[in-house]
Structures are given as structure tokens and as C-alpha cells.
């Protein structure tokens, strides 16, 4: 049996391991978004295999059902543009504006139809209008992002409390609390 000042030490060890993970994890996920503006995103014309591995890099934080697979595929881009979901790409080259529709239809996938992600991003707009559209898009992204991370910190406060002796603060109670804060 350990003792009482051996346990506390070693929650307190257990919560410094837990911040510092935490807080890793919260730097490498806003370091992960897409780029904030149409102009970050690189405009020298990428060919599928190019905008696979540009979206993969950006977006692994999002959740796959089997980690085998890639977030999206030739085949997925290639039915995006025949359904006019996003703009055909130039001479088999995608640019800024593609890569644009891209992150936003990927995004917002997760959570809704590819019908609905039709009239949320309609395609045939101007040049401006997209570029203020995934500028206002990401922007959001970010800040749901952030919210999600705050919630879940804000959850986690009772477990991660070395004085708090865990009667009152169950696992079930920390994930009930997660699903309500996330919405």
C-alpha cells in the first residue's frame, strides 16, 4: 500500500503530465487549421496527388472511421466537381480557389450532407467572394476550435484538481459535462 503523501505526489504528478499533454495538444491543433486566407494557401497549380497529401497534412485531425484510409480521395474530389460542388480544376492542376472549396467541403463533411454542404458553398462565385467566404469560414472554424478546447478543459478542471478526492467527480459526470458544453 502506498501512502497518503506518496498518493498526492503522484496525482500531482499525473495532473503536471496531464497539463503538459494537454497543452501540446491544444498548440499542434490550432498549428493544424487550414491556412487563415485564400493568399496562404500555395497557388502554383498542384496535381491531385499533391492536394491529397496537402489536405491530409492540414486536416488528420479529423475524425476517420478506419485510420486506413484517407480523409478523401481522387475519386471523392473528381464526384465534387462533377456534382459542381467545387469548380473543375485548370489542365488537371488545382489552385488556391480549388484548394479553398476543398477544406471547406472536407470541414464540413464531418457534420453534414454533401447536399448541404451545395448550398452553404455554392459554387460559381467570384474570385473575391470565395476568398471572403473561406476567410470568414476558417476564422470560425478557429473559433469553434477554441471553444471546443475551452469546454473540454473546463470539464476536465474537477479530475485534473489535485484537492478534489474524485468522489463527486465520476468519469461518466466529466464526459456527461463534455457532450453538453460541446453542443
Same mark, same amino acid.
Given at each position: 500500500l502506498i501512502g497518503v503523501d506518496q498518493s498526492a505526489e503522484m496525482l500531482a504528478a499525473a495532473?503536471?503530465?496531464t497539463d503538459d499533454l494537454r497543452f501540446a495538444m491544444e498548440d499542434e491543433w490550432l498549428a493544424a487549421h487550414p491556412?487563415?486566407?485564400?493568399?496562404?494557401?500555395p497557388d502554383f497549380g498542384l496535381y491531385m496527388d499533391q492536394?491529397?497529401?496537402?489536405?491530409?497534412?492540414?486536416?488528420y485531425y479529423l475524425p476517420q472511421e478506419d485510420h486506413s484510409e484517407e480523409l478523401v480521395t481522387p475519386t471523392a474530389i473528381n464526384n465534387y466537381v462533377r456534382l459542381k460542388i467545387m469548380p473543375a480544376p485548370e489542365k488537371k492542376r488545382y489552385r488556391r480557389i480549388h484548394l479553398a472549396y476543398l477544406f471547406m467541403i472536407c470541414t464540413l463533411k464531418q457534420t453534414i450532407t454533401i447536399a448541404q454542404v451545395q448550398k452553404i458553398i455554392p459554387?460559381?462565385?467570384?474570385?473575391?467572394?470565395?476568398?471572403?467566404?473561406?476567410?470568414?469560414?476558417? #476564422?470560425?472554424?478557429?473559433?469553434?476550435g477554441q471553444r471546443f478546447i475551452e469546454n473540454i478543459h473546463?470539464?476536465?478542471?474537477?479530475?485534473?484538481?489535485?484537492?478534489?478526492?474524485?468522489?463527486?467527480?465520476?468519469?461518466?459526470?466529466?464526459? #456527461?459535462?463534455?457532450?453538453?458544453?460541446?453542443g
Open positions: 495532473v503536471r503530465r491556412d487563415r486566407t485564400v493568399e496562404d494557401l492536394v491529397i497529401t496537402l489536405l491530409s497534412q492540414h486536416l459554387v460559381g462565385l467570384e474570385e473575391e467572394e470565395i476568398k471572403q467566404l473561406y476567410s470568414n469560414y476558417v #476564422a470560425r472554424h478557429i473559433e469553434v473546463h470539464c476536465a478542471e474537477p479530475m485534473l484538481d489535485p484537492n478534489n478526492t474524485m468522489e463527486n467527480a465520476t468519469v461518466e459526470n466529466m464526459i #456527461a459535462g463534455m457532450v453538453m458544453m460541446s
